[in-house]
């Protein structure tokens, strides 16, 4: 069984900046990738960014590149991300996901492992 636990969300104004967490927990999750998600009110879950298990590969959604990066330590077995230059339509619930990573970066596949969400919410 695993479960992840987001942490870290809040408000913060345009330009600013926001790192959240994701704690995982079980064994599970050793060998996994993750993945971060963000779902705005009246719009669809999109995927944010994700990283391997051993974090040398990134990938990441257009429209937070160059923006947010993701980071993870598996001492610490945790997820990072951090939100730079964030904007009011950076406003969402962000959630943590743990899979494979062809299940995280391939849009349609069935993700089983979800933490329950922080919310970012950023002011104009």
């Known amino acids: 069984q695993v479960q992840l636990v987001e942490s870290g969300g809040g408000l913060a104004q345009a330009g600013g900046s926001m790192r959240l967490s994701c704690a995982a927990s079980g064994r599970i999750f050793r060998g996994y990738a993750m993945a971060w998600f963000r779902q705005a009110p009246g719009k669809e879950r999109e995927f944010v960014a994700a990283i391997s298990w051993s974090g040398g590969s990134t990938y990441y959604a257009d429209s937070v590149k160059g923006r947010f990066t993701v980071s993870r330590d598996n001492a610490k077995i945790t997820v990072y991300l951090q939100m730079n230059s964030l904007k009011p339509e950076d406003t969402a619930v962000y959630y943590c996901?743990?899979?494979?990573?062809?299940?995280?970066?391939?849009?349609?596949?069935?993700?089983?492992?979800w933490g329950q969400g922080t919310q970012v919410t950023v002011s104009s």
């Open positions: 996901a743990a899979g494979s990573w062809a299940v995280l970066t391939t849009p349609g596949l069935r993700i089983n492992y």
